[in-house]
């Protein structure tokens, strides 16, 4: 991937479309490709650039259900609404980010074309900022004909995608004089109309729009591809030990679930022995260290704590790298208490926190045969593996 450092610039996704043509009671833009919706398809990649500025999205409001979840993950405003026309829409959109200067550079995106490349973008927006309005396009690579049969040369035709880029000022302009003008299908045109030109860059087939199902199984046998081929598969380990703490009352924190017992474990936090033991698992999978490191035991604030809050922190690094956690394997090993009839719910709750399926998650527990710490109940031991998908840097 390439590492060039490209100017700060801001995003406007329209997501505005009912996808008539879709014919699905779930529009186009809210179906899932590879576990995320299209939409969140189609953001994710901006968010791996340093130099995004701001990012906003402009979408039908009966459909804010849809996105509500992708809003709270990437923390972004409110959704502008959609107008009767996508030019109606991008021009609500526009209009959202008057706090950015005029020389800023803004891409205007499809929330249907969620296989943009991240060198796509860096090219877009490095042409816009030397001419001030470029878009994406594809040389037509059909034989075409009018309906009629009359051969057409497509020697000089091309395909237009988004992202298009421009910068915000005259992108503003082109949108306020043809405020009132229909027959513009795209925003490059409408700059092109007001007499600028548009550098063409070009792009990648990859980066069609998605409008019918059939399109929506092609990008969906891509991401497969892609995944297949560009991940790696990391395994972690993690092991933690507690010892009882007979001065100190029940209920005993397992895996996330209070367990009733005559005493709790020792520690610094909630002591949760299972849980200490995953966290640190997926953080070895990234070889980001272990829970000590991020949660030192001196440091008060984490006195008492749920560690569920340690499993929420090492599965936000991992998806800040993108990674998909695969299986969560945690055993424990005591003489006591049960953990057979607490098995699903402890499965319920990492899986709330990991957004993995308990299918994916296994509990177990095995005695020591009374040998040793365990066998003698003076405290329980932990032990956790777990698999993530990485995706690989070329
Ligand atoms: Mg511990």
Not at 51 to 72: A, E, G, I, N, Y
């Amino acid at each position: 991937m390439s590492q060039t450092e490209i100017q700060p610039f801001s995003v406007l996704i329209v997501a505005g479309g009912n996808g008539t043509r879709f014919g699905a009671e779930t529009p186009k833009q809210y179906q899932l490709l590879n576990g995320i919706s299209v939409l969140e398809q189609s953001i994710k990649v901006f968010f791996s650039f340093k130099t995004l500025h701001k990012l906003r999205l402009v979408c039908d409001p009966s459909h804010l259900d849809f996105v509500s979840d992708t809003l709270l993950k990437y923390h972004l405003p409110p959704p502008s609404p959609s107008g009767k026309n996508r030019k109606e829409s991008v021009f609500n959109g526009l209009r959202s980010f008057s706090d950015i200067s005029s020389e800023e550079i803004i891409l205007i995106h499809d929330a249907a074309r969620p296989l943009i490349s991240k060198e796509d973008i860096e090219r877009g927006v490095l042409a816009a900022s030397t001419s001030g309005a470029a878009t994406l396009a594809v040389p037509v690579a059909d034989t075409l004909t009018r309906s009629g049969g009359e051969p057409v040369d497509r020697s000089d035709l091309w395909s237009i995608q988004t992202p298009q880029a421009f910068r915000y000022g005259l992108i503003c302009e082109a949108h306020d004089k043809f405020r009132d003008q229909d027959g513009f299908t795209d925003d490059a045109s409408l700059v092109r109309a007001l007499g600028h030109p548009v550098t063409l860059v070009p792009g990648n087939r990859r980066n069609f729009k998605i409008t019918t199902p059939d399109d929506l199984e092609m990008a969906r046998e891509i991401m497969r591809q892609i995944m297949q081929t560009n991940t790696e598969t990391r395994t972690g380990l993690g092991f933690d030990v507690h010892a009882f703490d007979p001065g100190r009352p029940g209920p005993l924190r397992l895996g996330g679930v209070d367990i009733p017992y005559h005493c709790t474990l020792a520690g610094h936090s909630d002591a949760d022995v299972g849980l200490h033991a995953v966290t640190d698992a997926l953080l070895g999978t990234i070889a980001a260290g272990d829970i000590g490191l991020h949660f030192p035991p001196s440091d008060p604030q984490w006195k008492g704590a749920d560690s569920t809050i340690f499993l929420k922190r090492a599965v936000e690094l991992l998806h800040e790298k993108n990674a998909v956690i695969t299986l969560i394997d945690l055993t424990f090993m005591c003489e006591e208490p049960k953990i057979g009839p607490h098995r699903e719910a402890m499965q319920k709750v990492i899986s709330k926190i990991t957004g993995i399926t308990t299918d994916r998650i296994s509990i177990k527990a095995t005695t020591t045969e009374k040998l040793g710490f365990t066998g003698r109940k003076e405290g329980i031991a932990a032990q956790a593996l777990a698999t993530i998908q990485l995706p690989v840097q070329a």
